[in-house]
């Protein structure tokens, strides 16, 4: 398909002779936007599936491969289902990625590079806009407001290489097809897209999407030599059914092969669908974290410029209207997906949209591009400033996220070595099985077993004693007042009540309670006193 937009951005900057048509200037309102993208996603490292990634990092740079059975978990049984399999074994390169980086200069190298990993996929989208003709300070204004609505996308986890790589591939794929239309054989398409989906396949599971972009346009393709609308020549169609078919065979060249496709689709389907937030669809995931407003900014950033594509309708391709359907219903039913969402779409739709926009910023002399590049970078470098851990404000501190951490309870865990196993909060976990590895915990954010959950959703609801015989617990690391609702914990309220239970530690957050039977040596906290200082909240 030929590109709809022309060089009316070029010949606007030319004919105005204005400040913003300048190459210099561009670059340096460039550098400013992505440099406030960078410091902003220098967000501290939180509570996320990060932990798990980075001690899985650990263990296959310890062990020399990928581990056969969990490592971390004592609850885990054997043999793992498909989806556990994946979860375990599914992320070598991204996860060798983040424990190299953190062993050669600590969690501030984590930091910069999730800050690099994030610059690079608007960067991507950046150039998406530029190729397709849109105006660069239009692009970069665009650009620059998105991280704001998609603040809550700024976890180090591998899935930012899916963001990154399915940009990177709709890119190349359209490149491929332009060069090929034009007479210009894309001869090396043939080896970079297969290399770029077999990285793609060892970094995350998202390669799928990228197996799905290929074949979208190849079934468009298909569809237009049927009706004869402009189809690719026989030996240009013939080179993307090969770049199709070598690249996604390619992709399965991982450790677990076709398991990562199997399980990604049926994931969404199982149990743990219901309870994993990102799994919410984005309004209401967006209503549960009490920020219904953004969730509609959101979705209105993907619906509203896919519903002026319907003025474009005689030259929507058949590749683009499905992958906008495909898209836009991913990330409208899941908010693990939004980001993507909008990215696409907006991609998309500046193929078609940059002459009209080019045309209404040249009659407007451009005033509209720079007040929005102003507006939107000034915001995002106000909450770059306020958000970042490197230590260019008074207030950044430390590259883990202060008062979400807990670090200072797993150092009592660390240094008084209790006895039994633990019994831990969630979304601890991967945090807490970070720090005390070798030792095995119950339960981490990997969700590898729905028993397991379930059983955890027993203590958390006060019925613990049969598990606790189970797994001979004798350690219970917990905060102390349930989340979001700030009431006391069920499973905290009975073990305070539990004789066979001692404190610990206590931190006013969070709370360590010692089965006494076996950790009869421990120094321990006066149990009533802390009892009567959490119910003085109440």
């Known amino acids: 398909m030929e590109n709809p937009a022309s060089n009316t951005a070029e010949k606007f ?49 310890a062990h020399g491969g990928m581990p056969a059975d969990d490592p971390f978990l004592f609850s885990s049984v054997s043999p793992l289902d498909a989806r ?85 591939t709709l890119q190349l794929v359209e490149d491929f097809l332009a060069k090929e239309r034009s007479g210009r054989p894309a001869k090396q398409y043939l080896l970079l897209l297969p290399a770029i989906m077999l990285l793609w396949a060892n970094l995350h599971r998202g390669f799928i999407i990228g197996i799905g972009i290929l074949f979208v346009f190849l079934f468009a393709e298909w569809i237009a030599r049927k009706n004869n609308r402009n189809p690719l020549s026989d030996d240009a169609y013939r080179r993307l059914l090969i770049l199709a078919i070598v690249s996604a065979g390619i992709s399965f060249i991982n450790p677990v092969g076709i398991t990562a496709t199997w399980a990604s689709f ?181 969700n590898l077993s729905w028993d397991t959950y379930e059983e955890y959703s027993h203590c958390w609801r006060g019925d613990y004693s049969g598990v606790f015989s189970k797994y001979r617990i004798g350690v219970v690391f917990y905060p102390v007042y349930e989340r979001p609702s700030g009431k006391l914990s069920r499973l905290v309220g009975g073990l305070l009540n539990d004789k066979q239970w001692g404190v610990g530690y206590y931190d006013g957050r969070d709370i360590i309670f010692l089965k006494l039977d076996i950790n009869d040596n421990q120094p321990l906290l006066d149990k009533a006193a802390v009892a009567e200082n959490i119910l003085r909240r109440f």
């Open 266 to 446: 049926t994931e969404v389907s199982g149990p743990f669908s219901k309870v994993i937030d990102e799994f919410l669809g984005t309004l209401r995931y967006f209503d549960f974290i009490g920020m219904k407003h953004i969730g509609y900014l959101v979705v209105a950033a993907a619906a509203v410029p896919a519903l002026a594509l319907l003025l474009k309708w005689k030259d929507l391709s058949m590749a683009h209207l499905l992958l906008l359907v495909s898209f836009l219903a991913a990330g409208i039913m899941s908010f693990r997906f939004s980001l993507l969402m909008v990215a696409v779409v907006l991609a998309i739709a500046g193929v078609y949209f940059a002459r009209d926009l080019n045309r209404w910023l040249g009659s407007a002399k451009g005033i509209p591009m720079i007040l929005l590049w102003c507006v939107s970078t000034g915001f995002l470098a106000n909450s770059a400033l306020s958000r970042t851990s490197l230590p260019i404000t008074p207030r950044a501190t430390s590259p883990l996220e202060a008062g979400v951490i807990p670090s200072a309870a797993v150092d009592y865990l660390v240094q008084s070595k209790p006895a039994g196993n633990v019994y831990n909060f969630f979304e601890y976990g991967g945090y807490l099985s970070w720090r005390l590895y070798p030792q095995k915990i119950f339960i981490d954010q990997r």
């Open 13 to 61: 900057a030319l004919k105005t002779g204005s400040f913003i048509g300048k190459p210099t200037v561009q670059w340096i309102l460039g550098l400013v936007t992505f440099t406030c993208i960078f410091i902003y996603h220098t967000y501290p490292l939180g509570l996320s599936d990060f932990w798990w990634h980075l001690n899985t990092g650990r263990w296959i740079w």
């Open 84 to 168: 556990a399999e994946l979860i375990l074994r599914g992320y070598p390169l991204s996860q060798m990625l983040f424990f190299g980086s953190y062993a050669l200069a600590g969690a501030n190298a984590l930091v910069m590079l999730k800050g690099l990993l994030m610059t690079l996929f608007y960067g991507l989208l950046w150039n998406h806009f530029r190729r397709s003709g849109v105006h660069p300070i239009s692009a970069l204004a665009i650009v620059g407001a998105l991280p704001l609505l998609f603040f809550r996308f700024d976890e180090l986890r591998p899935q930012l290489f899916s963001f990154i790589f399915t940009l990177l």
